[in-house]
């Protein structure tokens, strides 16, 4: 069974940054798209961003794009969600899915969640 890590989150006020970890168990990790995604209380969860196996692709949501950055260190198995001008709407727990099976949102593995506050 694949472990996903995730680590990072904490509190932040408006307008500041994150950056959150994941790291993985799986040795094949560079074969495999990455993922983020994150659940607010009351909502499902939802798509933030993905990056494909060497890094050289990546796709966000709209709600983020251009304030947030998807990158990976396959040689620390590590992915890597940098997270600035954050709002109070992006206040959620953030998930990591590991290994895609299906290009960018669908992911075999998943990390238990790290939990990001944005106050205003």
């Known amino acids: 069974q694949v472990q996903v890590v995730e680590s990072g989150g904490g509190m932040v006020q408006d307008g500041g940054s994150l950056r959150l970890s994941c790291t993985t168990s799986?040795?094949?990790?560079?074969?495999?798209?990455m993922g983020w995604f994150r659940q607010a209380p009351e909502k499902e969860r939802e798509f933030v961003a993905a990056?494909?196996?060497?890094?050289?692709?990546?796709i966000y949501a709209e709600s983020v794009k251009d304030r947030f950055t998807i990158s990976r260190d396959n040689a620390k198995r590590t992915v890597y969600l940098q997270m600035n001008s954050l709002k109070p709407e992006d206040t959620a727990a953030y998930y990591c899915a590991a290994n895609a099976r299906t290009w960018p949102y669908a992911y075999r593995y998943w990390g238990q969640g790290t939990q990001v506050t944005v106050s205003s």
């Open positions: 990056i494909s196996g060497n890094g050289g692709n990546t």
């Open positions: 799986d040795r094949t990790f560079i074969n495999y798209a």
